[in-house]
């Protein structure tokens, strides 16, 4: 398997326009998730699902930000309209259902986005 | 909610020599800590965990200890080498959830 693959990997975009970010879950995970990463506040969940269903939004930041899991292989952030505050590291990650295993993340390489 | 509080935020060593991050969690209902590594511009990797029914578990130099009583869990490295340096977070996870709350990461330099 390739991994949690994230597009774009890095986003220059002007305050005011939509940023869509990208991402595809490694092949049989239940469950994927969104965060955030600056230096400031380190890495923040901002939602997560379960079998394409949101479970936790309570992390994302305003009504600004949107995710939707339309299929099991692909969900997308949106971020309308975008500020310079929303500059970051956003990763994606996948895990497989816990039950008695661990339910390790597995994260994307991240997209890193800058707001001018 | 969960809460993680992670100390210290930067640590330097010299290579050869032992470093420990510690870790602090609110919740008693969580019972999953594991640890990731992040090198510079990479993505996090975990590098070991522990359950709550487990004292102390150990990878080759890497060690985690944790103390259910107190809510407070270790990373020790020993015989750090220069690769070693990276941001290191800790998280835990509540017992019936999936999310995990990450500490806000200390920065290891480990120099030669």
């Known amino acids: 398997d390739a991994g949690v693959i994230q597009s774009p990997r890095h986003e220059v975009t002007e305050m005011g326009q939509e940023v869509t970010l990208r991402c595809k879950p490694i092949?049989?995970?239940?469950?994927l998730f969104w965060y955030r990463q600056t230096m400031m506040r380190g890495l923040e969940l901002l939602i997560y699902?379960?079998?394409?269903?949101?479970?936790?939004d309570s992390g994302m930041p305003e009504d600004r930000f949107s995710a939707k899991m339309p299929n099991a292989s692909f969900s997308t952030l949106k971020i309308q309209p975008s500020e310079p505050r929303d500059s970051a590291v956003y990763f994606c990650a996948s895990s497989p259902t816990s039950g008695s295993a661990t339910g390790e993340l597995f994260f994307g390489e991240g997209s890193r986005l800058t707001v001018l | 909610g969960e809460n993680v509080e992670q100390h210290p935020s930067t640590l330097s060593v010299q290579e050869g020599d032992s470093a420990v991050i510690k870790c602090t969690y609110s919740?008693?209902?969580?019972?999953?800590f594991p640890w990731y590594k992040q090198e510079l511009g990479k993505r996090p990797q975990l590098i070991i965990d522990?359950?709550?029914?487990?004292g102390e578990k150990k990878d080759q130099r890497i060690a985690v200890t944790l103390n259910k009583t107190a809510k407070h869990f270790s990373l020790h490295i020993t015989e750090t080498q220069p690769e070693d340096s990276a941001v290191y977070f800790c998280a835990a996870r509540e017992e019936g959830f999936q999310k995990l709350v990450f500490g806000t990461g200390t920065r290891l330099l480990v120099s030669p």
């Open positions: 699902f379960n079998n394409n269903v949101p479970i936790d």
């Open positions: 919740d008693s209902a969580s019972n999953y």
């Open positions: 092949s049989g995970h239940d469950y």
């Open positions: 522990i359950r709550s029914n487990v």
